[in-house]
């Protein structure tokens, strides 16, 4: 197969570059976290409300940088079709179904303030060599969140002393909390999530088989863990830790919580 030079005809690697161009849905959700995020900082309308659009469009735009991540690692390593699958164009309606890949976290979200994964991007792994570059693939998605979880952190940490309306540090710190449940969730070795697949391919044969057998099923999985009471408070005893341990204010983001539920006031 032959691939043409970037720019000559509107291809990059024998691929349109529309499919890596940002979709209007992507841009849009980050016009409207800048809208809500200012709206909140000067106290515009309704606040609760303005924090509740911040924290869900801070969060929905994670989700599609999230998956854009495996997307272009697995560009990279090979598998040159995902973008004609349409997963470099930060789409979330891209990323398996609107329900389960983005109202259900979102919903998971409001309840629960658990950065539930979502969406997901069908990786073709027979166009990809070499166990390294699946684990890669894999790992591309939580290493986002913890990027993302540090970054929000810094800020916190820097922007919050130094003054500001509570309500847009509490959003801030409520995404942080949301991209830190997020890492951990997502490095848990579950079959079928992103922690498990990262593994999956230094697995002999038999576990392997053994493995793919329960990937369809992880998601359920991992609601049946978090449901049980003993699990569920090591993963949050977990988190709560490690939010300490990065100066995470843990009454800020609790008040970013309270804040989003505006159906509560």
């Not at 929905?60 to 470099?88: K, M, P, Q, T």
């Amino acid at each position: 197969m032959s691939y043409d030079r970037p720019g000559t005809d509107g291809l990059v690697l024998g691929v349109p570059k529309a499919a890596f161009r940002p979709s209007p849905v992507f841009l849009g959700l980050v016009a409207l976290l800048a809208v809500s995020g200012v709206l909140t900082w000067n106290g515009y309308g309704n606040v609760r409300f303005n924090v509740f659009l911040f924290v869900v469009s801070g969060w929905l735009v994670s989700l599609c940088l999230h998956e854009y991540a495996h997307a272009v690692v697995a560009y990279r390593a090979g598998d040159r079709d995902i973008a004609h699958r349409g997963y470099l164009t930060l789409n979330p309606f891209k990323y398996t179904h609107p329900l389960l890949s983005i109202v259900l976290p979102v919903v998971v979200v409001l309840l629960g303030g658990i950065g539930l994964p979502g969406g997901a991007v069908w990786v073709d792994r027979h166009a990809i060599g070499g166990r390294l570059r699946h684990t890669l693939v894999s790992l591309a998605g939580p290493a986002t969140n913890v990027l993302f979880t540090l970054l929000l952190v810094l800020a916190v940490r820097l922007g919050a002393s130094s003054g500001g309306p509570v309500e847009f540090w509490a959003g801030v710190a409520l995404l942080a909390f949301l991209q830190l449940t997020a890492s951990v969730l997502n490095l848990l070795p579950v079959p079928g999530l992103d922690g498990g697949n990262m593994i999956q391919p230094w697995l002999n044969p038999q576990w392997r088989r053994m493995y793919d057998l329960f990937a369809p099923y992880g998601f359920i999985l991992l609601f049946a863990l978090l449901w049980n009471p003993r699990i569920g408070g090591w993963f949050f005893d977990a988190v709560f830790a490690v939010g300490d341990l990065l100066g995470l204010p843990s009454w800020l983001y609790a008040t970013g919580l309270d804040l989003i539920r505006f159906w509560q006031s």
